[in-house]
């Protein structure tokens, strides 16, 4: 059997050794001749899967290892018979603790002595909005959540909690995690345009980790260079992987659609995938991805009484992720025409640094406030007290 599959995806060999021949190719360019003679597809999002890849191909199955999936057209697979699985949920902590981090650095910024005093809403409230309003919620943030396609769902369990895309835009912190969808009764591309960015202003921070297009970012490039601009944090671009030099410029923070980036998110994409080809095939599922993760190079830390209890906190965290590192990366690589500015991005996500998740990191606290401990364990720290 053969597998074609992205390059960049993590433990291939592990994985997928045993089941068939692996051929590693890049994903940015696969082409048609690429995959004519595999039996499976293993994608990342930088694939776009449909007829113009797969005709006359004699792929049964079809893998993205990450959580969207607008670059599948899973209409054509399954009129073609084709197999498919996507990886919900495989990084949605990591990108949980991409906002945390960049949170702590904006109510730092802002020189606020408490950041759970900012209201965050959060539009999209699926894997990933709800963790990250869960973690908020549990630290004592107001949280406010906008997800009309729950909102329709009277047995939604959460139902009575949703609010309109104009109230949770009045939030301090607006954070975007919804799919980009473009056909959907509540398509969400462009779903941020001048309009949206207008009401937005200087005092409020609006985080985007979901696809670039949900934002129009020339609007968002306009709307960046008027008085009472809102402060803004981008992962994803419109358009990737040639970013626009001059919103880079503009953004207060800025990433190349890394937020999902940790270790662990990205091997948990391919154990998703790897179950999914498994049962598909009729094979036994033996591996996890916990068997393969290696010991992080940091593993512990230790605070006492004595250390003032909000910098506890702020050292953990941002030990474990801090964005400027990215930001500074990035702002450093990307530079020249649309194809090199494409080649620096794809290169900075394909070279990324390992980063392990909070949960790799053993906190031992002695001497401090209940209250450090539950926000220590609700961030996702293993505590030793
Ligand atoms: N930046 C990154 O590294 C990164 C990492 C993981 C996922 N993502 C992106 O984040 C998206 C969300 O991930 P997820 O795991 O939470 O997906 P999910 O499918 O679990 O949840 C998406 C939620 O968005 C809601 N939604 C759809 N249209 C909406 C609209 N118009 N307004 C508000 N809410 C709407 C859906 O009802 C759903 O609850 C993914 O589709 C992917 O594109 C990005
Ligand atoms: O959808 C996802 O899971 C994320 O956007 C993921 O991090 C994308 O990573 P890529 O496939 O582009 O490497």
């Known amino acids: 059997m053969l597998i074609v599959a992205d390059e960049n995806i993590p433990l291939l060999d592990s994985f997928f050794g045993d089941i068939g021949e692996i051929r590693r190719v890049p994903g940015r360019t696969m082409s048609a001749e690429d995959v004519r003679d595999a039996d499976v597809l293993l994608v990342r999002s ?56 960049v949170l702590l650095l904006h109510a730092e910024r802002q020189g606020l002595d408490d950041w759970t005093n900012l209201s965050v809403g959060i539009v999209g409230v699926g894997n990933v909005g709800k963790k990250v309003a869960h973690k908020l919620e549990r630290l004592g943030f107001d949280v406010h959540l906008c997800d009309p396609p729950r909102s329709e769902d009277p047995g ?15 939030c301090d912190v607006v954070s975007l995690h919804t799919p980009l969808t473009r056909d959907a009764r509540h398509a969400t591309w462009h779903m941020i345009g001048s309009a949206e960015l207008a009401g937005l202003n200087a005092s409020q921070l609006l985080i985007s980790a979901g696809r670039g297009e949900v934002i129009d970012c020339t609007a968002l490039s306009e709307r960046l260079d008027q008085a009472g601009a809102p402060v803004v944090a981008l992962d994803v671009w419109e358009p990737e992987p040639a970013i626009e030099p001059e919103l880079l410029t503009k953004v207060w923070l800025a990433t190349p659609h890394i937020a999902g980036y940790s270790l662990e998110g990205k091997v948990q994409g391919t154990e998703i995938v790897y179950q999914a080809l498994s049962r598909f095939l009729g094979l036994p599922v033996r591996k996890k991805s916990g068997q393969f993760l290696p010991e992080p190079a940091l593993n512990k830390v230790s605070f006492t009484s004595s250390a003032d209890e ?41 070279d990324y640094p390992v980063r392990r998740e909070c949960s790799s990191l053993k906190v031992q606290l002695k001497g401090t406030s209940k209250s450090l401990q539950d926000s220590f364990r609700t961030i996702g720290f293993k505590l030793k007290i």
């Open 46 to 101: 930088v694939t776009r899967v449909g007829a113009e890849l797969l005709e006359g191909s004699r792929v049964r199955f079809v893998g993205t290892s990450t959580i969207g999936t607008d670059h599948i057209d899973q209409d054509w697979l399954k009129d073609r018979g084709i197999a498919f699985s996507a990886a919900p949920g495989c990084n949605a902590n990591s990108v949980a603790e991409y906002v945390l981090s």
């Open 310 to 350: 909000g910098d506890a906190l702020r050292v953990a965290l941002l030990s474990c992720y801090d964005p400027r590192r990215d930001d500074a990366r990035m702002r450093a690589a990307i530079k020249g025409n649309a194809k090199e500015r494409a080649e620096a991005f794809d290169l900075l996500r394909r």
């Open 156 to 170: 939604d369990q959460d139902a009575e909690r949703f609010e309109s895309l104009s109230d949770v835009l009045k």
